[in-house]
């Protein structure tokens, strides 16, 4: 089946930093999601990507679903403590009919 | 307000022992999918169901089984064949109105004794 590597696997940064993680696939996908999964929760959709090249903000955060459609990268700008949670992108290829294939999930950890 | 509802948040249960998982949406989502996490790894795809009446099985289906009678339903029975089932378990919906993004219930804990 398809490989999504999400990169980095865990992330520690100082509230207000800056935060980038990114996706990368064995195949040519057709869409990208982004969730954000709080302990004990269900994940939460952020941001949905349905063109290559497409650029799509959230508030402070902004996805990206790249032109090789092999690849998607999230940034978070001027960290909150809230932020704190992991991240996962998601993918389908044209093939898969429904389903989705996930990324393992970064871990961001927020510091006062 | 309109969402997916999984019921109960915490489950134990004794080893051997069939247990079912509740999932309900009123989003008038076609499709529906079960998926299980262990910690700090991402989501499985138990099984999935298009439309009523049936379902397809995903990649980690064996000792799972589940029926969907209704639209709003998709109930997953974790059965004693299940090997390792203590695992956190998660309900989902799309629907291609809104490009088959999926949208996730609040999860359930299984705990296995």
């Known amino acids: 089946g398809q490989q999504l590597n999400q990169s980095p696997q865990s992330m520690f940064i100082q509230e207000g930093e800056d935060v980038s993680m990114n996706c990368t696939s064995s195949?040519?996908?057709?869409?990208w999601l982004w969730y954000k999964q709080d302990p004990g929760e269900g994940p939460v959709l952020l941001i949905a990507?349905?063109?290559?090249?497409e650029l799509t903000s959230n508030g402070r955060l902004t996805a990206q679903f790249g032109i090789t459609r092999k690849d998607s990268f999230l940034n978070i700008s001027a960290s909150i403590p809230s932020d704190v949670g992991i991240y996962f992108c998601a993918g389908r290829t044209s093939g898969s009919a429904r389903q989705l294939t996930f990324g393992s999930g970064t871990q961001l950890t927020v510091l006062p | 307000d309109g969402g997916i509802t999984q019921s109960p948040k915490y489950l134990f249960r004794k080893e051997g022992q069939n247990v079912t998982l509740s999932c309900e949406q009123n989003?008038?989502?076609?499709?529906m999918y079960w998926y299980r996490q262990d910690p700090g790894q991402g989501l499985r795809l138990i099984y999935y169901s298009q439309i009523v009446n049936d379902f397809q099985k995903g990649d980690i289906a064996e000792g799972y089984s589940v029926s969907r009678e209704k639209k709003e339903s998709f109930p997953l029975t974790v059965t004693s064949a299940q090997k390792n089932p203590t695992a956190f378990y998660l309900c989902?919906?799309?629907?291609?109105?809104?490009?088959?993004?999926?949208?996730f219930g609040p999860g359930t804990r299984l705990t296995v004794l």
């Open positions: 989003l008038n989502h076609d499709a």
């Open positions: 989902a919906s799309s629907s291609r109105t809104t490009k088959d993004t999926q949208y």
């Open positions: 195949s040519i996908f057709n869409t």
């Open positions: 990507l349905y063109k290559a090249g």
